[in-house]
Structures are given as structure tokens and as C-alpha cells.
């Protein structure tokens, strides 16, 4: 076994293979805050990507319904009561990721889901921690609370769908940090499904083989954002790459949100596989939920993120959450608007902090009308 550096746990954790980063990670980053559950994400995803034979339950994105919700059912929380509860020491794990709880030639820790734990995927949906009472009105603050996690593939530094395939069908690509499943050195053992912590990874009772999200690669390769992104009514996502080869950048919007100013952050990162998805975790829950989540640092995050007014440079860099299809590679606050640039450096948006605003007069002499106050 391997040592690898896990900067997202604070220390070196064991992994079966040793391999240099990629160029570049893909990365996602979603805003809990935002999110309606509206699904147009989900539907662009399965009608693009897996709306053939044998793919009726796999789902490559998801929306659902926390704490009750879950795709397949219990996808989390039957591997949280296998193994120990997460504990740190400030920004270090002290406890066991998924790949140090066994023995060092076991695959990672995880269990395969039944069959019928797919049937469901709006099971939960909506449903609150607790019951209202008649009579009970909002007082600043929820009683009761529930919020919506958007889910895909989290294309890993780590991951253990890769760790598991005794097939080597599964790779991480080192222009971009994509992982990808090779259909034609699979045989289906399902090794990739029982390991992945998230359970983003699918067989295919047609083709016999197992299948993921592919991170939209055609249009990465274009230098445009995945369709799920491109197709979020709420604006909560964002598209791009982390640095891996170099010092992160403060004119990156990935590296400042994620490594710089550590408002996102990853989904269970006490598994260990370095998930590449990151949440801004929703400002109305409590961080005893929050942290088991998404780890130590959600107090912190929501202090941001409830000051944004006060912090531009911030503000600027969320204010580009679906301003553009193409991958914004540097950002910037000119006077009051944020600009975005693309892979080839090419201005792409520009977003005000203010949106403009135009009065006018009611009546109009160049045209002898008189206008009403519609749009």
C-alpha cells in the first residue's frame, strides 16, 4: 500500500496505488443554499447520457432530500454504521478512511446495495426532521429543517471504485483528473459499485457492465461546462479545475473557493477518496448534521457566506454561478462587476454587482403612446 498526501484530511492515508496528480482536477462546486430540487438537472443528465436499455435506474445526477432522502436508499448511512464515527483534531482526521479499516489487501470498505434500493429515487423527498404542530409559525429560526443535496460522480483523487476493480477497468485521466470506466475490459463484478462510498457508480443488468458519470468529457474537451451545470435553473453550480501542479491561484475561482478561502467543502470527507464535488453547506442547519457531512469547517463557511456583503472579492466569485457555459479559468473585480475568462484567456462575462436598472417615462412622445407598467 501506498502512502498518499490527503490535503483535504490534513495527513498521509494509505491508497493501493501511487500515481503524480493530473495536469489539472475537475471540480464542481454546488451551493446548497440555492438549490429549488427542481430536477432539470437530473433530466438534462438521463436524457442525454443514460436514457438506453438497462439504464431505467441509473441516475448520474441526482437531487435529493436530507437527512431522510437518499439514491440508492442508505447509500451513506449503512457505511456510517460500519465504520468508526469521524473524529478530528482541528483540520487533521484522526480516525480510519475506508481504505485503512481492513486488512491492507482488502479493497476498500463498502457494501453493495440490493436491488430494490434503487426503486426509489424521490424517497424522502421533502420530508422534514420532525412533525409542525398547529399553530407553529416561523420565528427566525426552522424547528424543522430539510435541504436538497445535488449528487454526481466526484471523480476522486482517491477513488475507490478504481482501488477495487480487479480488472483495471477503471482510470483517472491525467489531462483533466476525469475518472472513466474502460466497458470493454469490464465484466461486471460489481467490485467498483460495493467500493464507491457515494454509490456513483452503476451496473447495467443489459450491458453487463458497469457504468458512471464521464464529468461531460466531450464538452470539458471544448472548454464548456457539463450539462447539468449548464442547465441549473437556481444557478447554485460551477464548473472548472483545481490547480494541482502549482501553488493554488487567487485569480482561479476554484482554488479560491475551495483551497483559499475554504467556503466549500468536500461530501464526507472521512471516507478518504478526496471527493472533487464541494458544497457550500445550507446557512438554516445545524452544524452537528452539517460536520458529519462535510467535516470540520462548516462553522467558518457559514460565517462567510452570511457576511458576503461585506467581502467583494467573494461575492465577485459567486456571483459567476451559471453566468456562463464555457470553463472560467480566471476571474476578476473590475470596478462593479466580476469578469470571467476562459481556458484560452478569452473574456467570456461579466456580471454586475448591481443589476441595472431602467425607468421609462410614461408617456412616450416619439412614438405618441403611453406605456403601462408591464414587461
Known amino acids: 500500500m501506498a502512502m498518499r498526501m490527503n490535503w483535504q484530511l490534513g495527513r498521509d492515508m494509505t491508497y493501493p496505488y501511487e500515481a503524480p496528480p493530473p495536469k489539472r482536477q475537475i471540480a464542481y462546486i454546488f451551493d446548497t443554499n440555492k438549490c429549488i ?21 441509473i441516475f448520474w445526477n441526482n437531487v435529493e432530500t436530507k437527512p431522510y432522502g437518499g439514491y440508492p436508499m442508505g447509500w451513506d448511512m449503512r457505511l456510517l454504521e460500519e465504520t468508526p464515527p469521524a473524529k478530528w483534531q482541528k483540520e487533521k482526521l484522526v480516525s480510519l478512511t475506508i481504505f485503512e479499516t481492513d486488512k491492507p489487501t482488502d479493497p476498500p470498505h463498502g457494501h453493495r446495495p440490493d436491488v430494490q434500493d434503487y426503486g426509489a429515487p424521490n424517497l424522502g423527498e421533502d420530508d422534514i426532521t420532525g412533525l ?44 483533466d483528473g476525469i475518472v472513466l470506466v474502460d466497458q470493454q475490459r469490464c465484466r461486471g463484478y460489481q467490485e467498483c459499485v460495493r467500493a464507491c462510498p457515494y ?8 450491458g453487463r457492465a458497469s457504468e458512471k458519470c464521464i464529468g461531460c468529457y466531450p464538452r470539458v474537451e471544448q472548454g464548456e ?41 468536500p461530501l464526507y470527507p472521512q471516507f478518504g477518496t478526496a471527493p472533487n464535488v464541494y458544497y457550500i453547506p445550507p446557512l438554516h442547519v ?64 461579466r456580471v454586475p454587482f448591481t443589476e441595472r436598472t431602467y425607468i421609462r417615462e410614461h408617456y412616450d412622445g416619439k412614438h405618441d403612446v403611453y406605456r403601462h407598467n408591464t414587461t
Request: aromatic share 10%; glycine share 8%; net charge positive.
Open 225 to 265: 461546462v457539463a450539462l447539468c451545470v449548464e442547465s441549473c435553473i437556481g444557478k447554485i453550480r460551477l464548473h472548472g479545475f483545481l490547480t494541482t501542479a502549482a501553488p493554488p491561484r487567487a485569480d482561479n475561482p476554484f482554488d479560491y473557493l475551495v483551497k483559499i478561502r475554504k467556503l466549500a467543502l
Open 286 to 349: 445545524h452544524d452537528g448534521f452539517l460536520e458529519q457531512l462535510f467535516g470540520h469547517g462548516v462553522e467558518q463557511s457559514k460565517k462567510m457566506y452570511r457576511e458576503l456583503s461585506k467581502d467583494r472579492q467573494l461575492l465577485g466569485a459567486l456571483m459567476l454561478f451559471g453566468a456562463t457555459n464555457r470553463i472560467i479559468n480566471r476571474f476578476a473585480i473590475e470596478g462593479d462587476e466580476a469578469v470571467g475568462w476562459d481556458m484560452d484567456d478569452r473574456e467570456v462575462v
Open 37 to 57: 430540487e427542481c430536477q432539470t438537472c437530473t433530466v438534462a443528465c438521463k436524457t442525454c447520457w443514460t436514457s438506453g436499455k438497462g439504464q431505467e435506474q
Open 199 to 206: 454509490k456513483k457508480v452503476f451496473y447495467n443488468l443489459v
Open 132 to 175: 409542525v404542530d398547529k399553530g407553529e409559525h416561523f420565528g427566525a429560526m426552522h424547528p424543522m429543517w430539510m435541504f436538497y443535496l445535488a449528487r454526481i460522480c466526484n471523480h476522486c483523487d482517491n477513488p475507490a471504485c478504481l482501488a477495487a476493480c480487479p480488472r483495471r477497468a477503471i482510470y483517472k485521466r491525467d489531462e
